[in-house]
């Protein structure tokens, strides 16, 4: 059987903390700024944890999970 290969998008937009959780970036930080008020962009400046619904789906494209 041929080897996984890693999900070219997943790879750029997902890390791996060291607790094994796994942390995204805030959207809506793009486009459009102006029309956003500075309290809501304060808001999405840093980054998130993926929820745990999602963590199974996320890990199986970085090839963390078999």
């Given at each position: 059987m041929?080897?996984?290969k890693t999900h070219?998008?997943?790879k750029k937009r997902f890390k791996r903390t060291g607790s094994g959780k796994i942390k995204r970036?805030?959207?809506n930080t793009s486009h459009r700024k102006r029309q956003k008020s500075k309290k809501a962009?304060?808001?999405v400046r840093g980054s998130a944890l993926v929820h745990?619904?999602?963590q199974k789906r996320v890990e199986k494209l970085l090839c963390l999970r078999g």
């Open positions: 041929p080897k996984m070219s998008s997943a970036f805030q959207a962009k304060l808001r745990v619904s999602d």
